[in-house]
């Protein structure tokens, strides 16, 4: 396991698929290393790739105001995503590109200890809490993995797409919010 700064590099220098061929930049990752909640998106878009930082576009925009929503600022949280180089045009990441890429989120997840872990979207919910996880029928449900609390919610591209979604998604964050008063030890 390699610490913060050793993670970065390796990070940075990374070039264990195709993806490190078209990348502007990695996108490590970033918030509060000491965080107790995490949040997973599926990969960079245009605004990540171009300045090198997650959730910066228009979903980004959008992922702040949920947070708001339930009193959480993106300092204080980790977000980080399951590939950290652009997969072009946005498409979903490759299985294999998951699979190049994913040591370097448990390694993040190994330092940060966090009790909490938030999968945004279909994609890293698949990655990280069952291969057939179904968002639609599945978001804001709980389990236990290893001694962290996990969830899934709607990707805010997602609801951007489909304004509809937007009750549900603020319901998954109530309950989010509930979980952090119950399980974590910061206040938030
Ligand atoms: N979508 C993601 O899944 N991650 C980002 O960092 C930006 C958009």
Same mark, same amino acid.
């Given at each position: 396991?390699?610490?913060?700064?050793?993670?970065?590099?390796?990070?940075?220098?990374?070039?264990?698929?195709?993806?490190?061929?078209?990348?502007?930049?990695?996108?490590?990752?970033?918030?509060?290393?000491?965080?107790?909640?995490?949040? *997973?998106?599926?990969?960079?878009?245009?605004?990540?790739?171009?300045?090198?930082?997650?959730?910066?576009?228009?979903?980004?925009?959008?992922?702040?105001?949920?947070?708001?929503?339930?009193?959480?600022?993106?300092?204080?949280?980790?977000?980080?995503? !399951?590939?950290?180089?652009?997969?072009?045009?946005?498409?979903?990441?490759?299985? *294999?590109?998951?699979?190049?890429? !994913?040591?370097?989120?448990?390694?993040?997840?190994?330092?940060?200890?966090?009790? !909490? *872990?938030?999968?945004?979207?279909?994609?890293?919910?698949?990655?990280? !809490?069952?291969?057939?996880?179904? *968002?639609?029928?599945?978001?804001?449900?709980?389990?236990?993995?290893?001694?962290?609390?996990?969830?899934?919610?709607?990707?805010?591209?997602?609801?951007?797409?489909?304004?509809?979604?937007?009750?549900?998604?603020?319901?998954?964050?109530?309950?989010?919010?509930?979980?952090?008063?119950?399980?974590?030890?910061?206040?938030?």
């Amino acid at each position: 396991m390699l610490g913060w700064d050793a993670l970065y590099e390796a990070c940075k220098n990374c070039r264990n698929c195709d993806l490190a061929d078209t990348r502007h930049n990695v996108v490590f990752g970033e918030g509060a290393r000491d965080s107790e909640v995490m949040f *997973i998106g599926e990969g960079p878009g245009e605004q990540e790739d171009l300045t090198g930082r997650p959730f910066v576009g228009r979903a980004g925009q959008l992922l702040d105001d949920m947070l708001s929503m339930i009193d959480l600022r993106r300092e204080r949280v980790f977000i980080g995503n !399951i590939v950290k180089c652009r997969p072009p045009g946005n498409r979903d990441p490759l299985n *294999i590109e998951q699979e190049a890429c !994913i040591g370097y989120l448990r390694n993040q997840v190994a330092l940060l200890r966090p009790k !909490i *872990i938030v999968c945004l979207g279909r994609v890293s919910a698949m990655k990280l !809490i069952r291969e057939d996880f179904k *968002i639609t029928r599945e978001h804001g449900q709980w389990t236990e993995k290893a001694g962290v609390w996990m969830t899934a919610t709607y990707h805010p591209a997602a609801l951007l797409r489909d304004p509809g979604k937007r009750p549900d998604s603020f319901a998954d964050l109530r309950a989010l919010r509930a979980k952090i008063r119950e399980v974590c030890d910061h206040t938030y």
